[in-house]
């Protein structure tokens, strides 16, 4: 009940851009009342670390998140991109430290950290494809009050029109396209207030990632929901992103704001491949 | 003719009582993926508890639901105590852990209540007529028990938000715990489930085979039939198949001469011969084209 309060209210959204700068992104409900840009993080990675059996593959991640941010976190494959949102939602055990809003989310269970407001939008969808579409969106509601659920489920419906005309459907005879937003409204469902999505654009048409990502930057505005994006479309990401991340090796090894990122400059095209 | 009938209608209760079993079976395969041999060992157990309570003087309708309560806690218990430890292991480790469970829950009941065969009350009205008229009204008996079973189960998994969260668990556990879902806890309830579904079984099935702690050996063979024609997924054809069993093997028992009640039990073992065949041929022409 707690967690549904927490996240009852969420902060009125601020600035033009997804909530690239100190003013963006409102102080939540709880916050103390100083400036955001002096208040606690709301995320910070200390020395993160994570990896697979004797596998390690991060090496020590650094890094504070703002509340009401779009990070996107771009890199070569084995960079660490995944493992990084995998050890934040529980799914790999990580070390080091990372705090959500001052309380520690490593070593916790996922569906832990999940009641602590993390969505996680896993590589490959994650829907449950004999599931319908609309029992797919009460799952994804399994943490809120029940009278909350039906008030959601018309807020992320009204988002993603197209999932409208399916709910009655199995999840596994969408589209790909169509299987992404249920995946993204799914998570949308829970009222998270961290959302980690990992390369929401993969298999995707143009035009349906492009209308993905303006979902995704509308619910960062309004919402104030805290996004943590991995993406291989390095020019999409900055586009939407205020904040970009670029790891290789599991570590980071170059942040900035997206704007100075664009790709195309020699600084960044090592790092991002040929401008698409 | 009215023999026949009789035989039929007898038949489809030994195979309603077979069809209970094989659920339990199928709803532990899908939230574990494990075949639990030892389904048949906890339905007995079970039926010693029912028995242990009608023996102080319970009646039977209520000793009834305690026992299916009795058996969903334990059910639950196995999982935690047990399975949990091993789950993620091979798939011989679980093979062999759920026989080894079936040898120490058969040798533990026969410690404690003895390898003695015990009468087990009739739980429907006998009194109605003699012979042939009253079996036939007891095994109606058996059959609906086992349909409110169904229906139960139906409502359960299709109509209530436990149903939903259960049905995602076994969908996909992965996507489930990202959904905030305690999954070990949905594990538990579905074994506590099926040692609910398993024990209506064992209670059903007592007053026709008698007590005693190796009852349900038997039984176990006929269900682990249906659960294999079902695919150890889809509850109808598992039904149906045990239904079919149940007539199958009655029939062939009374009429078949070399079959006898001896053999009886054959059936089922062809049945899952031929099943496991058929649809591996399938694949494998599948697999060449």
Do not use: C
């Not at chain 1, 430290?97 to 916790?108: D, V």
């Amino acid at each position: 009940m707690s967690a549904a309060r927490r996240r009852a209210a969420p902060p009125p959204g601020s600035g033009a851009r997804g909530g690239n700068g100190p003013a963006a992104g409102g102080p939540a409900a709880d916050a103390p009342p100083f400036p955001q840009a002096a208040g606690p993080p709301f995320l910070q990675m200390g020395g993160l670390r994570a990896g697979y059996g004797p596998a390690r593959v991060l090496h020590g991640i650094d890094l504070a998140v703002r509340e009401g941010e779009m990070v996107a976190v771009l890199g070569p494959n084995g960079a660490g991109k995944t493992t990084l949102l995998r050890a934040l939602s529980g799914m790999v055990r990580g070390r080091g430290s990372a705090r959500l809003r001052g309380t520690e989310i490593l070593g916790r269970a996922p569906e832990e950290i999940a009641r602590l407001g993390v969505a996680h939008v896993p590589e490959g969808r994650g829907t449950f494809a004999p599931l319908t579409v609309e029992e797919n969106l009460r799952i994804g509601a399994h943490l809120l009050p029940r009278s909350h659920v039906a008030g959601q489920l018309r807020r992320v419906l009204s988002r993603f029109p197209v999932l409208q005309a399916h709910l009655s459907q199995p999840a596994g005879s969408l589209s790909g396209g169509e299987q992404q937003m249920l995946a993204v409204g799914r998570a949308l469902m829970s009222r998270p207030r961290l959302l980690l999505l990992d390369e929401p654009s993969r298999g995707l048409a143009p035009l349906t990632t492009r209308r993905l990502f303006d979902v995704l930057r509308a619910v960062n505005l309004h919402e104030g929901v805290t996004m943590i994006v991995v993406e291989q479309n390095a020019q999409l990401a900055l586009e939407f992103a205020g904040r970009a991340l670029v790891m290789e090796s599991g570590r980071l090894v170059l942040a900035g704001e997206a704007g100075r990122l664009r790709p195309g400059r020699r600084v960044t095209s090592a790092y991002l491949g040929p401008r698409r | 003719m009215a023999d026949l009938l009789l035989q039929v209608v007898q038949g489809l209760s030994l195979g309603a009582v077979y069809a209970g079993l094989a659920l339990a079976l199928v709803l532990v395969h899908r939230f574990t993926g494990i075949v639990n041999f030892a389904q048949g060992e906890l339905a007995m157990l079970s039926t010693y508890v029912a028995w242990q309570l009608l023996d102080a003087g319970m009646p039977f309708w209520a000793a009834f639901p305690v026992t299916l309560a009795v058996s969903v806690a334990g059910g639950m218990l196995v999982e935690r105590l047990v399975i949990r430890r091993v789950e993620g292991g091979g798939e011989l480790t679980l093979v062999a852990v759920t026989v080894g469970l079936l040898i120490f829950v058969n040798a533990a009941a026969g410690l404690v209540w003895s390898f003695a065969v015990r009468s087990f009350p009739n739980p429907f009205p006998t009194a109605l007529g003699f012979g042939s008229a009253q079996s036939g009204f007891s095994a109606l008996g058996v059959l609906g028990v086992v349909a409110v079973v169904m229906l139960a189960l139906h409502v359960l998994f299709r109509h209530t938000g436990a149903g939903l969260v259960m049905r995602a668990v076994v969908a996909d556990p992965v996507s489930a715990r990202l959904a905030g879902i305690r999954v070990g806890r949905v594990l538990g309830l579905g074994w506590g489930l099926a040692a609910g579904v398993g024990a209506v079984a064992g209670v059903l099935v007592a007053p026709l085979l008698f007590l005693e702690p190796n009852m349900m050996g038997g039984v176990l063979v006929y269900a682990l039939a249906a659960a294999v024609l079902g695919g150890f997924r889809d509850p109808v054809v598992t039904v149906a198949a045990g239904l079919g069993l149940g007539v199958a093997a009655t029939l062939a028992g009374t009429y078949v001469e070399f079959v006898g009640a001896d053999l009886k039990v054959a059936v089922p073992l062809l049945v899952i011969v031929t099943a496991l065949l058929l649809p591996r041929r399938a694949a494998e022409t599948a697999g060449q084209r």
